[in-house]
């Protein structure tokens, strides 16, 4: 394998806290180049997955590569390789944003001038000109992660990781960040980014890794992991609690997807990928003498990707999925 292409190549990362294993084997590579999404929910291993390709961790088993540089053994040089996000958190907070770009790129090695035009750069880029000469503590939240990816920035790392760049940022801000993140990648920088959200991984990445309870549930490309998933997923309730087996049954052999149901709420949920078959599913269920109390199509959340990932089911699609029934998302380490 070509060691030059690729950004990121771990093998089997673990991180154990105490008796839980937080991060269980992950395997994780990312090409040069390339924006790479680490999705999963809260407390997945995401950011201990980062810190430990980042250094700022150490690994208890596996082992993992930056531009081919093992993290361990050669983490001097990881480190000049890589940008993480949040790292600077600690500036000052009586600085202003102008004074705290300046001092890292001094901290960096550049010089008094070189600092001065960097941080007014790197400002304008970050829409935080009118903000510079404020002082920090009067910075709003996004105004904060910006000014973080921005310092992050004056050494223009190869590669960056950003630790959930968007969550908490309000929907302008957010795509501005996106933008941003764009850009980095078409100068020449690779991005793995970590997210809770499925519509930035779909807007941002390349590739996609689904982490969950510190394994890599999913890896693939967003038009695999999509078809994995269906286009739209089904939502369902009985009006007699009963027959909410029945109901679930119907769906499964109708659809020819795992469910899932929700016995307190009497809701069952599934993916589908094709909305005809709403027609067939409603027919059966008449058919079967189970009336319904409630009956909707959505978009895929996140938990209907998991769901379908580490689902009971079948890992295949039904045999009536549309497009792209080629690709599908290789389902790993279940
Ligand atoms: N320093 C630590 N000591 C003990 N447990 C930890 C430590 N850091 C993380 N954990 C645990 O490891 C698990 C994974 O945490 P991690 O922060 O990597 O998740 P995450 O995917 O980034 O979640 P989030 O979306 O909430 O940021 C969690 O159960 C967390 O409580
Ligand atoms: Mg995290």
Do not use: C
């Amino acid at each position: 394998m070509d060691r030059s292409g690729w950004a990121v190549e771990a093998q089997g990362l673990v991180k154990v806290f105490g008796e839980h294993r937080a991060v269980d084997g992950v395997n994780l590579n990312v090409r040069a180049g390339t924006i790479y999404g680490v999705l999963g929910p809260n407390g997945a291993g995401k950011t201990t997955t980062i810190r430990m390709l980042a250094t700022l961790l150490r690994p208890d088993g596996g082992s993992a590569r930056i531009f081919g540089h093992d993290v361990t053994k050669e983490s001097q040089i990881v480190r000049q390789l890589i940008g993480v996000t949040g790292q600077y958190a600690s500036v000052d907070e009586s600085l202003s944003a102008m004074e705290n770009l300046i001092i890292f790129s001094r901290l960096l090695g550049l010089s008094r001038t070189e600092s001065k035009r960097k941080a007014e750069s790197l400002l304008e880029e970050f829409s935080l000109t009118e903000a510079a000469k404020r002082p920090l503590k009067n910075f709003s939240g996004g105004m904060r992660r910006r000014l973080d990816l921005a310092a992050s920035l004056i050494a223009q790392p190869p590669l960056i990781f950003l630790d959930e760049p968007t969550t908490g940022l309000d929907p302008r801000t957010r795509v501005q960040m996106w933008e941003t993140i764009q850009k980095l990648v078409k100068t020449g920088s690779t991005v793995l980014l970590t997210t809770q959200y499925l519509d930035e991984a779909d807007q941002l990445a390349d590739r996609i890794a689904v982490i969950d309870h510190g394994r890599v549930v999913a890896e693939g490309t967003v038009d695999e992991l999509k078809a994995s998933v269906g286009t739209s997923s089904l939502h369902l309730s009985v009006l007699q609690p009963l027959q909410m087996e029945a109901a679930r049954h119907m769906v499964e052999q109708v659809l020819k997807v795992p469910t899932s149901a929700a016995y307190d709420s009497g809701k069952i949920t599934a993916p589908m990928a094709n909305t005809d078959q709403v027609t067939d599913l409603l027919i059966a269920l008449r058919e079967a003498g189970i009336p319904l109390a409630e009956m909707s199509v959505q978009k895929p959340t996140l938990d209907e990707v998991f769901l379908s990932i580490t689902g009971s089911g079948t890992p295949n699609p039904p045999a009536s999925q549309p497009q792209n029934q080629t690709k599908k998302a290789e389902v790993a380490n279940l």
